[in-house]
């Protein structure tokens, strides 16, 4: 699908514990349609999926619980095991949630549409996007936070973190930054800022 024919898409990605459901929450709250990349790919393996069943068929019936869902920590123990298991896990789901994203993202009736991917810079999902929204914070507030959401060791996090593009990476490739290191009050602000900005530059897109 051509990207001249949807709404102006803006990317909103961050690293772990940044914020970003903090700052889609503040952006869904004035009515914009969100698209989340990680909801897409949980839906397309829901019980009853022709996804499913195939990951069922190719690796068996103990990737399932017992209720029929997926267990997700079943697979990734086998395709972290196993690079060709992986490939083949990657050539089934990363076509069909690329076609699922670009239905919804054709399909939102806002003015523009908030594209969440926790992983957007490494998946190379940028041409999805008409904007790159970056959540950004300082590394060990970054690593603070995650500890207090999630629990677990530094030492987990640590590795989560740097399986990700590095902070200087992602803050090059932005064309918005917000800073989630201060008060709630003062994200409150950059969301609204930036709210403004965005309706001009849909307003902007459409008129071309």
Known sequence: MNKAQLPLVIGLTGGIGSGKST???GFASKGI??????LVARQLVQPGTPALEQITAHFGH?????DGQLDRQA???IVFSQPS???WLDALLHPLIRQHMQQQLAAAQSPYVLFIAPLL???QLESYIDRLLVVD???QLQLQRTLSRDGGSEQQVGSIMAAQVSRAQRLSAADDVIDNSGKPEQLTAQIEKLHQRYLQLAQQKRNR
């Open 23 to 25: 700052v889609a929450a």
């Open 33 to 38: 349609v969100q698209v989340d990349a990680d």
């Open 62 to 66: 103990d990737i399932l619980q017992s």
């Open 75 to 77: 697979l990734r123990a």
């Open 85 to 87: 298991a992986k490939a």
């Open 121 to 123: 810079l490494e998946n």
């Open 137 to 139: 914070l300082p590394e």
